[in-house]
């Protein structure tokens, strides 16, 4: 049954209830059968899950294996190192995560709603968790809806439904049966769960509750709705997958090369395997990256702190990145583009039309021109809304119409107020409001409401300072003004006056026509700047509202949202294949939504390979948060929201969004950085070792010095560039594509190019300094292992020289950089520590080679990025050649139309 076509006994009858409600024992019997009116939300942090949930990555499974293999080999100290880096790791993407689920737990309502029901004719408030269908409930100005419910009676009753629907003008109820199949929006007999009333009374039968209400339909939806992987999960876990088939192959391949040229020397024995898996463990030590894990991690949990500050609460510590990657945001346009804070803009007279300055309750700004004040003091006087501001907000008591007109008459100068003599309020009926007021002595009627039903029933207009009889023609001229305010999607209310002799006379006749007040709710301040700026990095704004089409339009041209609009009745026609190719085309808003619209357009985006942030605040968003690639719910949205969000925004400010998008840029770029100086070092190591064993010589590197490589030489400065400098153009460059591989061919290029000099150089070392023989194998080791510590450094210099880091930035990598330098000669020069790693003190001459072999390793990587520079300057110039035809060819296009 939809409760909004049937009139109010058929629905008594259906839910076996009356006027005067049910009783105790059938409430008892009804909430036994179908549970409490709550929603049944996963809000309970699971420790132990969120704790293992750190270990699911490609790298980290590798990790484990040699963690494993290090443990049966007896390699007792590369296992304990292995195991500290893992756990180490996984604790602080663990408490990072669990302090900001624990943060988002103290933002949600402590408070209980309560409900009046009456029950068997008598009225009691009682806990909304305890309504059940059937219950016929009282709303009154203040009340929060405590379950969807089908009107009854009411007077002069508003709902504000922008957490559900969107739109963020109160909707007018009414308890008259409607006919046509209808959406939420458009249910006016109907109200429904967290929405809030604004102005009235209502009496109203309860016919859903719990998680078969409205609200609970999305919250279903959220619970079903399918997560998805970060870019930056994706591409490490096919970077991992990778990385870990070419550590089995070269692993394999050493194993059977070590083992058959054995077993011809010597003939089988078990110590042959022995060696053999040594070499191998030694290989996976080179190959792994294992200090990437720890680097993604503080990388993420720097960026949080970074976004902490700017009042960005992240919840998921790999959704900070996914911004980074996104190329599309879908965002609500209430509370999130716009202020939801309804502000007078224009007013017009007959002999006047007025620019009103400034934006939402603020009273910044004046009333640019001279028309007579009379129009906003009716609107001042016609008036039963309270504005207050506590702790830097606003808090409006009443209706956002009522407070707008407040604060217009106060920029125009309205310091009194009339004497209020008699009201005869709003109703759905008249659509006017009037009053009674004394001022001067005089009393007179001031009445304001739509347009049309002023007009009504006014004989008379202020043309200048006389009155003239509204005659056909100066309606029309009233009905055009009407029509040009609309098409600026702005909303008009018209206000009227007379004077009378006595109280007796207080009527809505023969009114003289004032004037029109035309309001909007106003983009944020921010938002302009900040789409502006999403724009040039190469990202896509798209609006999905519930408001209605030439809203959506008017604050997207004034925000800077352009292109086609789609309504949800449009979408309901169209297949996901259609949807696509209008998204293609350039749709860019969506008005007039639903919940399951909003999925839907999220879907055709991510089908068609986009990384998509959605942003929202209301229950209607809750959804489309969960599925799209990042969810960012605002501060002062539903709890429903923010479960289903990636990260919330404190403070509701749009700009947040951009800048969460540097610091995911950011954290890439440093990603990135950490992963091309850990590989291009692992690259020549690994090399190193497989050369060394494909030729029969000696190993110019041990396990224990590979493993003081990556963790101290490499890992050490790493991490450092976890709080790296971001280059400057990173807003200026569009989005990775989600295709992309974490390592592209120009990147891999170049640490191929400098891995592969580095292995030459390492093994002419190693040939130099004698490592073909056994008596002076320990030096050439010690040579070739200085070699590669120092063109680790080197090779750290040349990715932050290729991302535009300037040198002498980050004082915490150099602090790195002087104490692996520090150790390493620790190692070399000090006798007990020294026969720990089996090293010997170098002479000059083998530093002097290692500066040689060196300065070749700098003097690659200046010509290599130099050409990679001139190939991407000339690479670009015909992309901006034909991008620039484009728009010539566009203009010239608008130019004709």
């Not at 009340?143 to 003008?169: C, H, N, Q, W």
């Not at 999960?233 to 070419?246: T, Y």
Request: glycine fraction near 6%; charged fraction near 25%.
């Amino acid at each position: 049954m939809e409760f909004y076509q049937e009139s109010i006994d058929p629905i008594y009858q259906e839910l076996n209830t009356s006027q005067k409600g049910i009783s105790e024992d059938e409430a008892k019997k009804r909430i036994e059968r179908d549970g409490p009116n709550e929603l049944q939300t996963e809000t309970q942090i699971n420790k132990l899950k969120l704790f293992l949930n750190q270990f699911k990555s490609f790298i980290i499974y590798i990790m484990l294996f040699a963690l494993v293999l290090s443990i049966i080999l007896g390699e007792i100290p590369d296992a304990i190192v292995i195991a500290f880096i893992l756990i180490a790791n996984a604790l602080i993407g663990y408490y990072q995560e669990l302090s900001a689920q624990q943060s988002l737990e103290a933002l949600k309502k402590m408070g209980v709603v309560k409900a009046k029901v009456i029950r068997q004719g008598e009225t009691k408030e009682i806990d909304s968790k305890h309504l059940v269908v059937g219950d016929i409930i009282y709303l009154e100005p203040g009340d929060k809806v405590p379950a969807d419910a089908r009107i009854i009676k009411s007077t002069d009753l508003k709902v504000e439904e922008s957490a559900l629907t969107g739109e963020s003008v109160a909707v007018e109820k009414n308890s008259d049966k409607l006919e046509e199949e209808l959406q939420i929006g458009d249910q006016h007999n109907m109200i429904f769960s967290s929405t809030n009333v604004q102005n009235g009374t209502a009496h109203a039968v309860v016919v859903r509750t719990g998680m078969d209400t409205e609200i609970g339909k999305i919250t279903e939806m959220v619970k079903s709705a399918e997560q998805q992987l970060t870019p930056l999960q994706q591409r490490l876990d096919k970077f991992g997958k990778k990385l870990g088939i070419a550590v089995i192959v070269i692993c394999v391949v050493v194993l059977l090369v070590i083992g058959i040229k054995e077993y011809m020397a010597n003939g089988f024995s078990w110590q042959i395997v022995l060696d053999a898996l040594l070499v191998a463990v030694a290989l996976a030590v080179a190959a792994v990256p294992s200090g990437l894990p720890a680097v993604v991690t503080i990388s993420l949990s720097v960026g949080v702190k970074k976004l902490l500050e700017e009042k960005a609460l992240v919840r998921k510590l790999a959704s900070v990145e996914t911004l980074g990657s996104c190329n599309v945001i879908c965002s609500d346009k209430t509370g999130t583009l716009t202020q939801n804070q309804m502000t007078v803009k224009k007013a017009w007279m007959f002999d006047a039309m007025v620019e009103v300055e400034g934006s939402g309750y603020e009273k910044e700004g004046e009333v640019k021109g001279d028309i007579n004040p009379l129009l906003f003091e009716i609107g001042k006087a016609c008036n039963n809304t309270s504005l207050q501001k506590e702790e830097d907000e606003w808090k409006v008591a009443g209706d956002p119409t009522e407070a707008a007109l407040l604060v217009v008459a106060e920029k125009a100068g309205m310091e009194e107020t009339p004497e209020r003599v008699e009201e005869m309020p709003f109703n759905s009926d008249r659509k006017r409001m009037s009053v009674l007021v004394r001022k001067e002595g005089q009393l007179y009627v001031y009445t304001k409401g739509a347009p049309d039903q002023i007009i009504e029933v006014c004989t008379h207009a202020l043309r200048g300072e006389d009155k003239v009889a509204l005659d056909e023609n100066l309606k029309e001229e009233i009905k055009d003004q009407i029509n040009q305010f609309s098409k600026e999607a702005l909303r008009v209310l018209a206000f009227a006056y007379k004077e009378v002799d006595s109280e007796s006379d207080f009527d809505e006749e023969n009114l003289t026509f004032v004037g029109l007040q035309a309001m909007i709710d106003p983009p944020r301040p921010d938002v302009v700047e900040s789409i502006r700026i999403t724009d040039q990095a190469g990202i896509r704004v798209i609006m999905i509202t519930g408001d209605y089409k030439e809203t959506a339009k008017a604050i997207g041209k004034e925000v800077g949202i352009e292109g086609e609009v789609l309504t949800g009745e449009e979408l309901n026609e169209m297949s996901d294949e259609e949807l696509e190719e209008r998204l293609q085309k350039g749709t860019n808003i969506f008005a007039r939504v639903v919940p399951e619209h909003k999925q839907k357009i999220i879907a055709a985006l991510q089908d068609q390979g986009n990384v998509v942030a959605m942003t929202g605040d209301g229950v209607n968003d809750a959804p489309a948060l969960k599925k799209a690639n990042i969810g960012v719910a605002v501060g002062s949205g539903t709890d429903v929201a923010k479960e289903a969000s990636d990260f919330v925004l404190l403070d509701d400010s749009f700009t947040n969004i951009v800048h969460a998008v540097e610091q995911g840029r950011g954290i890439y770029d440093n990603i990135q950085k950490a992963i091309m100086h850990l590989l291009s070092g692992n690259l020549s190591e690994v090399l190193i070792i497989f050369v060394a064993t494909l030729l029969g010589l000696n190993l110019p590197l041990t396990a224990i010095m590979l493993l003081w490589i990556n963790l101290v030489s490499d890992g050490a400065p790493a991490l450092a560039l976890a709080v790296d400098p971001y280059g400057e153009d990173i807003m200026h460059r569009k989005p990775k594509e989600s295709s992309s591989s974490i390592l592209p061919k120009r990147e891999l290029t170049l640490i191929c190019l400098l891995g592969v000099y580095a292995t030459i150089a390492a093994l002419s070392l190693f040939y130099w300094a004698g490592g073909t023989a056994d008596d002076s194998l320990k030096i050439a080791q010690t040579t070739v292992f200085s070699f590669l510590v120092i063109s680790e450094f080197i090779l750290l210099m040349a990715v932050r020289s290729y991302f535009g880091v300037k040198l002498w930035t980050n004082y915490w990598l150099w602090l790195a950089l002087a104490g692996s330098f520090i150790l390493q000669l620790v190692l070399i020069y000090v006798p007990g520590v020294q026969d720990i790693f089996e090293l010997e003190a170098l002479p000059l001459n083998h530093w002097a080679a290692i500066g040689i072999a060196a300065a070749g390793l700098i003097l690659l990587s200046f010509i290599t990025q130099a050409i990679m520079r001139r190939q991407e300057k000339s690479a670009e110039k015909p992309k901006k050649k034909k991008e620039g035809t484009q728009k010539t060819k566009e203009k010239e296009e608008k130019v004709t139309a």
